[in-house]
């Protein structure tokens, strides 16, 4: 493939990078637990949104600004933190209101899930840097903008295909947990408090920005 070196190589790379769980797979395995097979496959194509979006960044060259500028890493990388916060503490209220009426489950539209994936993923400054770190060790020299792009959209099929094998596991583990009121309520307290732990994470990384 034109401008693509070692293309094989880079398949079998990305498919086992994607196997290791991270924020974004503890993300969707929260939603398809607490929330149901539905949020779960909406997370998991918002998180390969948010992916996506980060392929056409980098291929632009912005993403090269949180690798340059400090300051930018970290106005980012603290705007993602919060809003992780932000979801945790929702999935706690809602744990709350699940327990003063057990028949209630908060229920998100489909834009709603499909968003807060894509933002989370979005929101993660380090994703940009690994694509920039990751993806020009298979492209030639002097090959443009095209190959980085075609890399970019292949580890993105690869990982949203992964997510959506996860969701749909984690779904099917999480239905007959979910048939309490009680239960749901400790679900969505348990995601919450996970994604706080996320956001927190995030928060109190070092930037990798030079």
Not at 76 to 87: D, H, P, Q, R
Not at 95 to 116: D, N, T
Request: proline residues 4%.
């Amino acid at each position: 493939m034109d401008g693509i070196q070692h293309f094989g190589a880079f398949v079998a790379a990305s498919v086992m990078l994607n196997l290791i769980p991270g924020p974004d797979t503890l993300f969707i395995l929260g939603q398809s637990v607490s929330r149901g097979r539905r949020a779960g496959l909406l997370s998991a194509l918002g998180i390969g949104a948010g992916a996506l979006s980060h392929t056409f960044l980098a291929t632009a060259g912005l993403s090269a600004v949180l690798a340059t500028s400090a300051l930018a890493f970290e106005v980012v990388k603290i705007v993602g933190a919060l809003y992780l916060v932000w979801l945790g503490i929702q999935s706690l209220r809602a744990g709350r209101s699940r327990l003063a009426e057990p028949g209630l489950a908060p229920v998100l539209s489909g834009v709603a899930l499909f968003r807060q994936a894509w933002l989370t993923n979005l929101l993660n400054p380090k994703v940009a840097l690994f694509f920039l770190a990751f993806l020009p060790q298979f492209v030639a020299p002097g090959a443009g903008g095209l190959p980085f792009l075609l890399l970019g959209l292949t580890f993105v099929a690869t990982g949203t295909l992964w997510c959506l094998v996860i969701a749909l596991a984690a779904s099917k583990f999480g239905a007959w947990l979910r048939g309490s009121g009680g239960v749901g309520a400790w679900l969505d307290r348990a995601c919450g408090a996970l994604f706080i732990g996320l956001g927190a994470q995030l928060l109190l990384s070092r930037s990798s920005a030079a």
